[in-house]
Nanobody, 115 residues
Framework: QVQLVESGGGLVQAGGSLRLSCAAS????????MGWYRQAPGKQRELVAT???????NYADSVKGRFTISRDNVKNTVYLQMNSLKPADTAVYYC?????????WGKGTLVTVSS
């Protein structure tokens, strides 16, 4: 089992920045990929960014150049630095981790970007 706890969401004006954090606990040795998804009201959950234990990263086209994912393998934490935020980025952001082919999810943190 892997437990994930997100933090760092909140209200920010368009053009501003936020940094999300996700701390993992449990069967940490088996975690391969960690990342972030988001779900806006009335929309499906979508990929934002992922990072493997080997350092490879992947981003949704909509956030490339604005968001940066990073992992601290000592602290077992993954971060999402979000810059130049837009109202379209408003969503609940979920942390995810893949361990032994099982997807684990956090409870989510709300990010609201005002225009």
């Amino acid at each position: 089992q892997v437990q994930l706890v997100e933090s760092g969401g909140g209200l920010v004006q368009a053009g501003g920045s936020l940094r999300l954090s996700c701390a993992a606990s449990g069967r940490l040795f088996s975690i391969n990929s960690m990342g972030w998804y988001r779900q806006a009201p009335g929309k499906q959950r979508e990929l934002v960014a992922t990072a493997t234990s080997g350092g490879s990263t992947n981003y949704a086209d909509s956030v490339k150049g604005r968001f940066t994912i990073s992992r601290d393998n000592v602290k077992n934490t993954v971060y999402l630095q979000m810059n130049s935020l837009k109202p379209a980025d408003t969503a609940v952001y979920y942390c995810t981790a893949v361990s032994l082919a099982i997807n684990y999810w956090g409870k989510g943190t709300l990010v609201t970007v005002s225009s």
